[in-house]
């Protein structure tokens, strides 16, 4: 019996593969992100931390905007200290929302990663259609503030659905 398959990468076992070694003959190498997301006050996608709670819910809102206005800065302090670098996966929304912070991390030299418009929306969701336009509008955005196109994207909600694979390489990223 044969299968279904993707056809985007050949099977290749660990013992067949080239030994690989990171920059400076490292062995291990360890990804640092950090998700700068935006969500719609009071309406939307959100995660319940008081299920059946009044609407609209000011405690799901409150916990995220928190995130934008203090907690990622002290991420930040920390990866500063700690002298790593990382990638910030970016809504779009995020340069008309909190703009200080996605120039702070492009300061800080980090990979920006494409990361929708908003978490307010499931890219998974959508039509093929649909879904195009979102990465198309996430891309152009990110491209024209960055002066660069990303290479990498994680869907909003981490939500992807049959077509993106081919829709994101059709845009041109690589991961």
Do not use: K
């Amino acid at each position: 019996m044969r299968l279904r398959t993707h056809n985007r990468y050949d099977y290749v076992p660990l013992r067949g593969r080239a030994d690989y070694t990171w920059p400076n003959g490292r062995r291990l190498a360890v990804y640092f992100a950090l998700n700068l997301e935006h969500f719609s006050y009071g309406e939307g996608l959100g995660a319940e931390l008081a299920p059946g709670g009044p609407q609209p819910d000011i405690l799901n809102f409150a916990w995220r905007d928190y995130g934008n206005r203090v907690g990622a800065w002290y991420m930040l302090d920390a990866f500063d200290a700690l002298q790593l670098p990382m990638a910030a996966l970016v809504n779009s929304a995020m340069y008309d929302y909190a703009p200080a912070l996605v120039a702070a991390c492009r300061a800080r030299g980090d990979e920006i990663v494409g990361h929708g418009r908003t978490n307010a929306e499931r890219q998974g969701d959508l039509d093929e259609a649909a879904e195009r336009a979102l990465i198309g509008e996430a891309t152009t955005r990110l491209t024209e503030a960055e002066g660069r196109s990303p290479d990498g994207w994680l869907g909003p909600w981490i939500s992807h659905s049959h077509f993106t694979p081919d829709l994101l390489a059709e845009a041109g990223y690589r991961y």
